[in-house]
């Protein structure tokens, strides 16, 4: 087919003028008729001016269906859907109308709990491990600093507490302080200034250390004259002593006697923490022991420095100079080797070297150059607490600065009171204590943990919140340090699983002995949960689910009861029959001890007897082969021909239940259960050394004179209780 230059000229025209009259808008229905009529036939005629007829077509069919566009506002959905459905769309129409009021509400506000707020960050991990120092007269802005927490959010905490917020530079009272970062839940450290008060001399704070039976108290004793070591049970320290020594020369000393049994190590650890002077004693007949190294450490952690004082110089064996050359080994700088360390050579049985060993305290005293705060509020140390049936909860602390008056409000740890009475340590009530002075303190809510500060407050509203907001972060702590615990735990059993899965031995499964403390004083508690916790094995777990001071009671009984414990009292009366009658109903043993040794030994020896223990193959008895007999023709009914083996036991004896193992030339050639044992034609079940006997090994039958049976016996191997010198236990497994 040829191009016509006038034959596409001529349908294009015909062409436009139709798209002209199909766009226009009076276009009729006859009209659009035609025009549907018409565009087949134009590109019919189109199509044969060109080669490509296919492409022409389509070209030509968009031309002719072409419309032109419509003209539009330039607007959104939303806005073109305001004339139709605006619901249709998910849109919300504010109904036109007047608002409603609000009803007052007339009655009272309802009181609610404190509830902490939100803090607006993310607190960090490492807040709860964090401590920072807080003083009298510190502004919002340094503490929020301190604490690392926006202003807004001190300033809201201060708002929850009742405290009115002016400025970010208003001074806050210490205890608001400790309040506001307790809440933020950081760990504080108060610091007292002397700054305007009166600050005088005070008697020097000396606790006597050492290791067990060394003469610590004997030695305190003669300085008195007094006779507390008869009194202890055992003859040895089981309690810490604080109590004012009247000298020679007419100055006085605060002495604190500690328990030297390897039992009560947190003891020497609390009466190092509050000590001026550190006396080391140490035997002149014994040496170095390993709670004089403890001893040792314990002083030097707490920066505090030593006098030693070498006892038992009256005895024939004493060696004074070879504990000497002992000490110097151990790090001490003694005076007679060109160090500041004083030694004295006593004897607390002849009362010699006494005056040289308070020429060298008060020496050492005046050096240090020892003052403290008389006015103000006084802060105090709990060396011990106990539970008295008619005063109730009572603390043996010592004031390290302040006068401490009765009728104060006071919070000890997490505990909060007012003091009703102070007494001194021989019993006589006084008003006030100052520096240096221990005294009983009666008026607690409850009983504080040995250890802790006493703080003075100045309401009772201050002191609940204070002891509100410690319990609370005590509480968080502690949950927090047994979520680590159960994650530590379950990593390490992960690891142990991955470990030994190629292993077909299994291991002994770990029984738990649970075991209720009730001890005199709060220390003796902690003394002996640590040193019971300390015999905790690889197949018994000690799991002490309650410590508590005083007497046994009932509640006690109905709480071993729920838990299948027993209980362990140390130095209490012995319960009321009528404890003792509920606990034999009940079938839960109460153990009562008055020596820490008795006390360790007994609850060793139980520890060993519930472990499970782990089964161990053991040779029992060897025999050797002398002759070999055989049996032939014997009826199908009894099986086969069997051979003897004539044996003589050489060692220990055969059993016939036993495993048996043959040896040839030493190397094992067959393991195997007996079939049969005897001896001078009779069935025995056991031969022992030195006999003769006859054996057959089931399913062996190739012996050889000259080889060995040895008998194989499963023993169940039990843990040993194991018991130093020094007083240390441990469980060996």
Same mark, same amino acid.
Not at 492 to 511: H, I, Q
């Given at each position: 087919?040829?191009?016509?230059?006038?034959?596409?000229?001529?349908?294009?025209?015909?062409?436009?003028?139709?798209?002209?009259?199909?766009?226009?808008?009076?276009?009729?229905?006859?009209?659009?008729?035609?025009?549907?009529?018409? %565009?087949?036939?134009?590109?019919?005629?189109?199509?044969?001016?060109?080669?490509?007829?296919?492409?022409?077509?389509?070209?030509?069919?968009?031309?002719?269906?072409?419309?032109?566009?419509?003209?539009?506002?330039?607007?959104?959905?939303?806005?073109?859907?305001?004339?139709?459905?605006?619901?249709?769309?998910?849109?919300?129409?504010?109904?036109?109308?007047?608002?409603?009021?609000?009803?007052?509400?007339?009655?009272?506000?309802?009181?609610?709990?404190?509830?902490?707020?939100?803090?607006?960050?993310?607190?960090?991990?490492?807040?709860?491990?964090?401590?920072?120092?807080?003083?009298?007269?510190?502004?919002?802005?340094?503490?929020?600093?301190?604490?690392?927490?926006?202003?807004?959010?001190?300033?809201?905490?201060?708002?929850?507490?009742? &405290?009115?917020?002016?400025?970010?530079?208003?001074?806050?009272?210490?205890?608001?302080?400790?309040?506001?970062?307790?809440?933020?839940?950081?760990?504080?450290?108060? *610091?007292?200034?002397?700054?305007?008060?009166?600050?005088?001399?005070?008697?020097?704070?000396?606790?006597?250390?050492?290791?067990?039976?060394?003469?610590?108290?004997?030695?305190?004793?003669?300085?008195? *004259?007094?006779?507390?070591?008869?009194?202890?049970?055992?003859?040895?320290?089981?309690?810490?002593?604080?109590?004012?020594?009247?000298?020679?020369?007419? /100055?006085?000393?605060?002495?604190?006697?500690?328990?030297?049994?390897?039992?009560?190590?947190?003891?020497?650890?609390?009466?190092?923490?509050?000590?001026?002077?550190?006396?080391?004693?140490?035997?002149?007949?014994?040496?170095?022991?390993?709670?004089?190294?403890?001893?040792?450490?314990? /002083?030097?952690?707490?920066?505090?420095?030593?006098?030693?004082?070498?006892?038992?110089?009256?005895?024939?064996?004493?060696?004074?100079?070879?504990?000497?050359?002992? *000490? /110097?080994?151990?790090?001490?700088?003694? &005076?007679?080797?060109?160090?500041?360390?004083?030694?004295?050579?006593?004897?607390?049985?002849?009362?010699?070297?006494?005056?040289?060993?308070?020429?060298?305290?008060?020496?050492?005293?005046?050096?240090?150059?020892?003052?403290?705060?008389?006015?103000?509020?006084?802060?105090?140390?709990?060396? &011990?607490?106990?539970?008295?049936?008619?005063?109730?909860?009572?603390?043996?602390?010592?004031?390290?600065?302040?006068?401490?008056?009765?009728?104060?409000?006071?919070?000890?740890?997490?505990?909060?009171?007012?003091?009703?009475?102070?007494?001194?340590?021989?019993?006589?009530?006084?008003?006030?204590?100052?520096?240096?002075?221990?005294?009983?303190?009666?008026?607690?809510?409850?009983?504080?943990?040995?250890?802790?500060?006493?703080?003075?407050?100045?309401?009772?509203?201050?002191?609940?919140?204070?002891?509100?907001?410690?319990?609370?972060?005590?509480?968080?702590?502690?949950?927090?340090?047994?979520?680590?615990?159960?994650?530590?735990?379950?990593?390490?059993?992960?690891?142990?699983?991955?470990?030994?899965?190629?292993?077909?031995?299994?291991?002994?499964?770990?029984?738990?002995?649970?075991?209720?403390?009730?001890?005199?004083?709060?220390?003796?508690?902690?003394?002996?949960?640590?040193?019971?916790?300390?015999?905790?094995?690889?197949?018994?777990?000690?799991?002490?689910?309650?410590?508590?001071?005083?007497?046994?009671?009932?509640?006690?009984?109905?709480?071993?009861?729920?838990?299948?414990?027993?209980?362990?009292?140390?130095?209490?009366?012995?319960?009321?029959?009528?404890?003792?009658?509920?606990?034999?109903?009940?079938?839960?043993?109460?153990?009562?001890?008055?020596?820490?040794?008795?006390?360790?030994?007994?609850?060793?020896?139980? %520890?060993?007897?519930?472990?499970?223990?782990?089964?161990?193959?053991?040779?029992?008895?060897?025999?050797?082969?002398?002759?070999?007999?055989?049996?032939?023709?014997?009826?199908?009914?009894?099986?086969?021909?069997?051979? %003897?083996?004539?044996?003589?036991?050489?060692?220990?004896?055969?059993?016939?239940?036993?495993?048996?193992?043959?040896?040839?030339?030493?190397?094992?050639?067959?393991?195997?259960?007996?079939?049969?044992?005897?001896?001078?034609?009779?069935?025995?079940?056991?031969?022992?050394?030195?006999?003769?006997?006859?054996?057959?090994?089931?399913?062996?039958?190739?012996?050889?004179?000259?080889?060995?049976?040895?008998?194989?016996?499963?023993?169940?191997?039990?843990?040993?209780?194991?018991?130093?010198?020094?007083?240390?236990?441990?469980?060996?497994?």
């Amino acid at each position: 087919m040829k191009w016509s230059r006038a034959g596409t000229f001529t349908c294009l025209t015909k062409a436009l003028a139709v798209r002209s009259r199909y766009t226009s808008a009076s276009v009729s229905k006859s009209n659009l008729e035609e025009v549907q009529r018409t %565009i087949p036939v134009l590109v019919g005629q189109i199509q044969g001016c060109f080669l490509n007829a296919a492409q022409w077509k389509s070209n030509c069919t968009n031309l002719l269906t072409y419309r032109t566009p419509i003209r539009c506002f330039h607007a959104s959905p939303e806005t073109l859907a305001w004339k139709k459905e605006p619901e249709a769309l998910g849109l919300k129409i504010q109904k036109k109308g007047k608002f409603k009021k609000r009803t007052k509400d007339s009655s009272p506000p309802v009181e609610a709990p404190y509830v902490p707020p939100k803090l607006k960050r993310a607190a960090s991990s490492s807040l709860s491990d964090r401590t920072v120092e807080i003083f009298e007269g510190m502004t919002i802005v340094e503490l929020a600093k301190r604490c690392g927490v926006p202003i807004p959010v001190v300033q809201d905490i201060l708002k929850n507490v009742g &405290e009115k917020v002016d400025s970010e530079y208003d001074p806050l009272s210490i205890d608001i302080s400790e309040l506001v970062a307790m809440e933020i839940g950081v760990n504080v450290r108060r *610091l007292h200034s002397n700054e305007g008060a009166e600050v005088l001399p005070r008697p020097p704070v000396v606790t006597v250390m050492g290791h067990v039976d060394h003469g610590k108290t004997s030695l305190l004793d003669a300085l008195r *004259l007094t006779s507390v070591a008869a009194k202890e049970a055992g003859g040895i320290t089981q309690h810490l002593g604080a109590f004012v020594v009247g000298m020679s020369s007419g /100055a006085s000393i605060t002495f604190l006697d500690t328990p030297g049994h390897a039992a009560f190590s947190a003891m020497r650890q609390r009466g190092a923490a509050v000590t001026d002077i550190v006396v080391l004693v140490v035997a002149a007949d014994d040496g170095v022991m390993p709670q004089t190294l403890e001893a040792m450490s314990h /002083a030097k952690a707490a920066d505090v420095p030593i006098v030693v004082a070498v006892n038992k110089c009256d005895k024939p064996a004493a060696n004074p100079e070879k504990v000497k050359i002992q *000490l /110097a080994t151990e790090g001490l700088a003694l &005076e007679e080797m060109g160090g500041d360390i004083q030694v004295v050579e006593v004897s607390a049985v002849t009362k010699t070297g006494l005056d040289k060993l308070e020429e060298a305290l008060l020496l050492q005293a005046e050096m240090m150059d020892l003052k403290s705060r008389v006015d103000g509020p006084a802060q105090a140390y709990v060396v &011990e607490a106990r539970v008295d049936r008619g005063r109730g909860p009572l603390a043996t602390a010592i004031v390290k600065a302040g006068t401490l008056v009765c009728g104060q409000h006071v919070v000890v740890g997490a505990e909060w009171g007012k003091i009703r009475a102070i007494r001194d340590m021989l019993g006589k009530s006084t008003d006030r204590a100052r520096p240096a002075m221990p005294v009983e303190i009666e008026g607690l809510k409850g009983l504080p943990m040995a250890g802790d500060d006493i703080i003075v407050v100045h309401s009772e509203e201050r002191a609940r919140m204070l002891s509100a907001g410690r319990k609370k972060k005590f509480e968080k702590d502690r949950l927090g340090r047994k979520m680590d615990a159960e994650k530590l735990g379950a990593l390490l059993s992960e690891s142990n699983l991955e470990d030994e899965e190629g292993e077909v031995e299994e291991k002994p499964k770990r029984v738990e002995m649970t075991i209720i403390v009730k001890a005199d004083v709060q220390g003796t508690v902690q003394a002996v949960t640590d040193a019971l916790k300390s015999l905790d094995s690889p197949q018994v777990f000690v799991n002490i689910v309650h410590g508590g001071v005083g007497p046994i009671s009932e509640s006690d009984v109905d709480l071993a009861q729920a838990c299948g414990a027993f209980i362990v009292g140390f130095s209490i009366p012995t319960p009321p029959g009528s404890i003792n009658q509920a606990a034999n109903k009940a079938g839960i043993k109460i153990k009562i001890h008055r020596v820490i040794y008795h006390l360790l030994e007994d609850i060793g020896n139980s %520890i060993v007897e519930k472990a499970p223990g782990t089964f161990e193959t053991q040779v029992s008895g060897e025999a050797q082969i002398l002759s070999i007999f055989e049996l032939k023709g014997r009826s199908k009914a009894k099986g086969d021909d069997v051979k %003897i083996a004539g044996c003589r036991v050489i060692d220990g004896r055969l059993i016939r239940s036993s495993t048996m193992r043959l040896l040839r030339s030493g190397e094992v050639v067959f393991e195997g259960s007996c079939a049969s044992l005897k001896r001078e034609k009779q069935d025995v079940e056991a031969v022992g050394k030195g006999n003769e006997c006859g054996l057959v090994i089931q399913n062996w039958d190739d012996f050889k004179v000259g080889d060995v049976i040895q008998c194989l016996e499963q023993v169940n191997r039990k843990p040993k209780f194991i018991s130093s010198q020094s007083g240390a236990v441990r469980i060996e497994c």
